[in-house]
């Protein structure tokens, strides 16, 4: 099961208390006191594992704790340190505060363990206090107590490219057929109920990395639907394709104002991320004039070379100077594979 969003309980382990003990031993007279400080307790550390795609680990549990730290014992034995608890966690997950949802750290690529909470420290035992004073103390510290902290743990895939379209737009075919990705294909809507990573290889050892998501729908940052559940996947994003369905009852115009006005209600941040648009099943398509409508409508001409004969490039639209407009504007047809290679080199360009 896919699980991207769970709330947790972490305690860091208590500091064991310190030992009152005097030495006892025949022919020692006046031995002192020699009780051992207690242990301290065991952090939290947070690790990734590349193992993990996904929080199902969770489910199910929710309260993780460190060891105690051991209690001080005769002879200056310091009582032994609480064992530290090692969580692990897929990359990309972020640990927010579930109180005051303030960010405590974002993991993307780190090797390293990262301790989130300290255990609490061991106590002295009345060895420390003696004195000139005081030869003879018959008290020791209690351990400190660990630290405790509720969290949010939040998956957002790492990906350079994201796919956003509505449902049945032709997402996981076209993710399938550029990518090594095999995600559930069917010709109807909400196939996609999980998000899909797809490594994209180019000539040579380079590639990128391509998030198909659960299509979106009107409404969607208001809750309806199960796109906007999964649009965090996406912010991390480098660049986002929108896939217009040129067969689709929905008038391609209206499908790209509709998900441009959801991605600005989500986020702003996504909103301005750079773009292009894909048109896609256009093998399908039997009025041509459904996809110059679309260039005039976004103030683009349409430059047609051919659209059933060969899959040369045409309707391609390249904007470097204006940020609030498409990088590019592409026709495709995942079936038959029409300008998909043209495809994947507008996406790289526009991610270097």
Known sequence: MFVDCVEIFIFSGKGGAGAVSFRREKFVLNGGPDGGDGGDGGDVYFVIDNNADTLSNFRGKKHYR??????GMPKNCTGKRGEDLIIKIPAGTILYDAQTNEVIYDFTNQTQKVKILSGGKGGFGNARFKNSVNQRPTYAQSGLAGEERHLRLELK????VGLVGYPN???STLISTLSNARPQIANYEFT?????????DMEGYQSFVIADIPGIIDGASEGRGLGIEFLRHIERTKFLLFV??????????L????LRAELQNFSQN???RKYGIVLSKVDSLSDEGVLQDFFEKLGVQYDKKSIFGSSSDYGIFVQNEDDT???????????SNLNLKTLKYLVFEALK
Not at 157 to 160: R, T, W
Not at 244 to 253: A, K, V
């Open 192 to 200: 996609t109920l999980i998000p899909n990573l797809g490594v994209v």
């Open 255 to 258: 499908q790209y104002q509709n």
């Open 169 to 171: 737009v032709g997402k």
């Open 270 to 272: 996504l909103y301005e």
């Open 325 to 335: 407009k498409p990088l590019f504007i592409l026709p495709i047809a995942s079936v």
């Open 66 to 71: 460190a060891q105690n730290g051991q209690p």
């Open 157 to 160: 895939l790492i990906a350079d």
């Open 244 to 253: 217009i369905d040129s067969t689709n009852y929905r008038e391609p115009f």
